[in-house]
């Protein structure tokens, strides 16, 4: 895309005409109204279970740091065993599946590329059919979980088939209501609910962190306050990554229609320091989930279990090692779905226009890539290292109730705000717009 230089609204003028226009309050109203129906239907408990007997097991398993972690991207729905408990997960699940197979598969991605609005509501017809079929075998694997470990009040098959129709239709549900924020309010719905999961979590974390720093110890004060800090200069950090952006020059040739001649323009390609936002560290916690999942179904399997915990659990460095992997591996995956250079030098060569000092076409796009590829190993770099470093502080600093925000989270909320703050910006100006040719 080709951007020319405009000035956007204030701060002050974004609010004043939210304030103004109709149908942005509408969306707005429409948007925190399902965040809220969503945030109550974790507390909404799944009938059956003994819930006391499985906070105790938790705590002696040794599974309460990996249900901790899964319970940032789950509101806590997982520990409460709420009809919600699955949330958006399988829905993530099930896009990384399918952005994989588009890439791999021809028919899929001429779905994307050349079957316009049609092709991609037939992708999103099969994501959702897969995020079904993720959803019931994710169900089935917690409800043969409480079966086995004796957490049912009256366990049985009536009580899994049960158990997995609760858990597999609230998360269907949660899945519409994504889709509802997205087509009705006010976009990014699947982020919104997973910024919304985070965010619920944040008032256990301080309060912890509170009654931390009022035990006394002066040594944990003081890793409370570097903590925070470091904290501080990683949403500086993002929000930098975030509006980062590589402005390639582009010029447009001389054009004259009739007798009117029009000169050169100059503008700009934009090309993002991290072009997949929030997607590769979202996909990159979502794969590893994975094996949590696993064990779900293998509850009693001792080595299974102490694999997990010991080498794949947030923390260890095998699980370190991995996620800095995928993200790396996700981020160049995802700026390959979201730029294509060769797409990029047909369009600028049909519409006269080149960069300065590259001949068009083959060496555009060559250009094009490779600029891209350097700034996606940078965005994928600092990804890294929001992962790694809070953790990294943390640990160093015995003060844990911030354990699993620091390495995913953090990127999620950041990323997931200034997103939805573009949005509604975009709104604010079409509908100001709109204004104006109505007068």
Not at 34 to 58: E, K, S, T, W, Y
Not at 112 to 128: P, V, W
Not at 141 to 162: C, D, K, R, T
Not at 331 to 337: D, T
Request: zero cysteines; a positive charge.
């Amino acid at each position: 895309m080709v951007v020319s230089r405009d000035k956007n609204p204030t701060a002050q003028e974004t609010f004043l005409q939210m304030a103004q226009a109709a149908g942005l309050r509408g969306r707005l109203l429409v948007t925190i109204g399902l965040l809220i129906l969503v945030r109550l239907g974790i507390f909404i408990p799944v009938p059956g279970i003994d819930r006391a007997a499985f906070q105790q097991g938790l705590e002696t398993s040794g599974l309460g740091n990996l249900i901790g972690f899964l319970d940032i991207f789950a509101g806590g729905g997982i520990s409460a065993l709420g009809i919600f408990a699955l949330g958006i997960l399988p829905y993530i699940n099930a896009s990384i599946i399918l952005q994989l197979l588009t890439a791999a598969l021809p028919s899929l991605e001429n779905l994307q590329k050349n079957e316009g609005e049609a092709g991609r509501r037939k992708i999103s017809q099969i994501t959702r059919w897969v995020a079904l079929v993720w959803g019931v075998i994710q169900s089935l694997g917690i409800a043969l979980f409480i079966n086995s470990a004796g957490y049912a009040e009256s366990s049985g098959p009536i009580f899994v088939i049960q158990t997995m129709l609760a858990l597999t239709a609230g998360s269907m549900f949660v899945m519409w209501v994504g889709e509802v924020i997205t087509e009705r309010g006010i976009g990014n719905g699947a982020s919104l609910l997973i910024f919304l999961s985070i965010v619920s979590t944040l008032p256990r974390s301080l309060g912890q962190t509170v009654d931390l720093a009022q035990a006394g110890d002066r040594s944990l004060v003081g890793g409370i306050i570097i903590l925070l800090l470091v904290f501080l200069a990683m949403i500086v950090g993002i929000v930098f990554v975030q509006e980062g952006t590589r402005r390639i020059p582009i010029i447009s040739a001389r054009r004259q229609v009739g007798r009117r001649l029009y000169l050169e323009k100059s503008s700009y390609l934009p090309l993002r320091l991290n072009q997949g936002g929030v997607m590769p560290i979202i996909f990159a916690s979502a794969v590893l989930f994975l094996p949590a999942s696993l064990l779900q179904f293998f509850p009693n399997n001792e080595l299974l279990g102490r694999i997990i915990n010991n080498y794949l659990s947030p923390g260890s460095w095998v699980y370190v090692v991995v996620y800095l992997t995928l993200i790396l591996f996700f981020s160049y995956f995802y700026a390959s779905l979201v730029v294509n250079p060769v797409d990029l030098a047909q369009n600028l060569k049909k519409m006269g226009s080149s960069v300065p000092g590259i001949r068009p076409g083959k060496a555009t796009s060559e250009y094009i890539e490779r600029v891209l590829n350097r700034l996606t190993f940078l965005g994928a770099i600092f990804l890294g290292m929001v992962a790694i470093i809070p953790t990294a502080v943390e640990s160093a600093t015995n003060v844990t109730t911030f354990r699993g925000l620091g390495a995913t989270s953090l990127l999620i909320l950041v990323g997931v705000a200034i997103d939805t703050a573009k949005q509604i910006q975009t709104y604010v100006i079409s509908q100001r717009y709109e204004g104006m040719v109505k007068q």
